[in-house]
């Protein structure tokens, strides 16, 4: 007999601390990932050691945040349509003033359009407090496009969603503008701690990100994406913390970038759409309640505040894991030596449980 309600069991574990700096918090913690693939918690681990070696750890950078909605409307052709356009646009502060009262934490930020033919695409921005904002952003565009409807000539519905957002799907245009939180990790890591812990060197690790990560992903035809495997850890922080994960398709798009400062080597990797938050469906999971607690994302602050807590926190646990896998990669064999060994170790420990 099938329960409704029944809970599917993912192996998590904790690993860390990583050491974390930047203009959202300074802190030290462990970060939970839950993931069939056991090899990732040491591989992380190793990272997160590597963050605790250096002054300031990892400095993660929140660049921006908004949560999109682009809803579709149909006009009688292109210039109808371009009207419509410029009629939204000059309407900035009513439509503002529908979404304050609408929601209590939603916040109309941003609208953009783009027409095709007699199409209309009009992307609404939204801040969306501690949530993700998914359903809220939704809720507000529904309202925007009644209004719009009812009060702009010419148009008429198309779709509450029109795939401009974009959602769930890898696309240039949230490269360029953005979806959910923007973030850039750094870290600058020295000439020792890169050959006693990464057993490699800057020089190495700067070379295979630019034939791998770089012209590799150029080649395979990349859209606004160039890294080893972000989808890797942000799937494993996402299902521990109770996130949509579905959203990592869009999440995984980034950069890796690397420098040899003479012999020290900057690691640097930005998330332009990683999508997170503290409240909303999810959340309510207990295990996901004693993950955010600990990760210190449950404190009273300020609307907005937890959740780019865990964002920076994200963020930098996909640093630690994309830095550990390129150092790997760079010396023959060290990858599938330790995917094989950590794996055995793993099925060993369960039949002998």
């Given at each position: 007999?099938?329960?409704?309600?029944?809970?599917?069991?993912?192996?998590?574990?904790?690993?860390?601390?990583?050491?974390?700096?930047?203009?959202?918090?300074?802190?030290?913690?462990?970060?939970?990932?839950?993931?069939?693939?056991?090899?990732?918690?040491?591989?992380?681990?190793?990272?997160?050691?590597?963050?605790?070696?250096?002054?300031?750890?990892?400095?993660?950078?929140?660049?921006?945040e908004?949560?999109?909605?682009?809803?579709?409307?149909?006009?009688?052709?292109?210039?109808?349509?371009?009207?419509?356009?410029?009629?939204?646009?000059?309407?900035?502060?009513?439509?503002?003033?529908?979404?304050?009262?609408?929601?209590?934490?939603?916040?109309?930020?941003?609208?953009?359009?783009?027409?095709?033919?007699?199409?209309?695409?009009?992307?609404?921005?939204?801040?969306?407090?501690?949530?993700?904002?998914?359903?809220?952003?939704?809720l507000?565009?529904?309202?925007?496009?009644k209004?719009?409807?009812?009060?702009?000539?010419?148009?008429?519905?198309?779709?509450?969603?029109?795939n401009?957002?974009?959602?769930?799907?890898?696309?240039?245009?949230?490269?360029?503008?953005?979806?959910?939180?923007?973030?850039?990790?750094?870290?600058?890591?020295?000439?020792?701690?890169?050959?006693?812990?990464?057993?490699?060197?800057?020089?190495?690790?700067?070379?295979l990100?630019?034939?791998?990560?770089?012209?590799?992903?150029l080649?395979?035809?990349?859209?606004?994406?160039?890294?080893?495997?972000?989808?890797?850890?942000?799937?494993?922080?996402?299902?521990a913390?109770?996130?949509?994960?579905?959203?990592?398709?869009?999440?995984?798009?980034?950069?890796?970038?690397?420098?040899?400062?003479?012999?020290?080597?900057?690691?640097?990797?930005?998330?332009?759409?990683l999508?997170?938050?503290?409240?909303?469906?999810?959340k309510?999971?207990?295990?996901?309640?004693?993950?955010?607690?600990?990760?210190?994302?449950?404190?009273?602050?300020?609307?907005?505040?937890?959740?780019?807590?865990?964002?920076?926190?994200?963020?930098?646990?996909?640093?630690?894991?994309?830095?550990?896998?390129?150092?790997?990669?760079?010396?023959?064999?060290?990858?599938?030596?330790?995917?094989?060994?950590?794996?055995?170790?793993?099925?060993?420990?369960?039949?002998?449980?």
């Open positions: 007999m099938t329960d409704a309600h029944a809970i599917a069991g993912v192996p998590m574990r904790w690993v860390g601390p990583v050491r974390i700096s930047g203009n959202v918090t300074t802190t030290e913690t462990q970060v939970p990932l839950a993931t069939y693939e056991s090899p990732l918690w040491p591989s992380v681990g190793r990272g997160a050691k590597v963050s605790m070696l250096a002054e300031r750890g990892i400095v993660a950078t929140l660049v921006d908004r949560m999109t909605r682009s809803v579709l409307v149909e006009a009688t052709d292109a210039q109808t349509a371009l009207m419509a356009a410029r009629n939204i646009e000059a309407r900035d502060e009513e439509l503002r003033e529908l979404v304050r009262g609408c929601s209590r934490f939603a916040r109309l930020i941003g609208v953009r359009h783009e027409i095709n033919a007699n199409l209309l695409f009009i992307r609404f921005e939204f801040s969306t407090g501690d949530a993700s904002g998914h359903n809220m952003a939704t507000a565009s529904d309202v925007l496009l209004h719009l409807l009812e009060t702009v000539p010419g148009i008429s519905y198309g779709s509450i969603s029109g401009y957002c974009t959602d769930k799907k890898a696309t240039a245009v949230n490269g360029i503008l953005g979806r959910g939180k923007n973030v850039v990790t750094e870290l600058l890591v020295p000439r020792e701690v890169v050959t006693d812990v990464l057993h490699t060197t800057a020089a190495r690790i700067v070379g990100n630019i034939r791998k990560n770089l012209l590799g992903t080649l395979a035809g990349g859209i606004r994406s160039a890294n080893a495997h972000f989808a890797n850890m942000l799937l494993g922080f996402y299902l913390t109770g996130q949509d994960a579905a959203n990592i398709i869009e999440g995984s798009q980034g950069v890796t970038m690397a420098e040899d400062r003479d012999g020290d080597l900057y690691f640097a990797c930005t998330l332009p759409n999508i997170v938050g503290t409240v909303g469906n999810g309510g999971l207990g295990f996901v309640e004693t993950n955010l607690t600990r990760l210190g994302c449950r404190e009273d602050r300020e609307p907005g505040d937890n959740a780019r807590r865990l964002a920076v926190i994200a963020a930098a646990t996909v640093l630690c894991g994309e830095l550990s896998l390129l150092a790997a990669q760079t010396n023959p064999g060290e990858l599938m030596r330790a995917h094989i060994q950590l794996e055995r170790d793993n099925t060993t420990a369960k039949v002998g449980a």
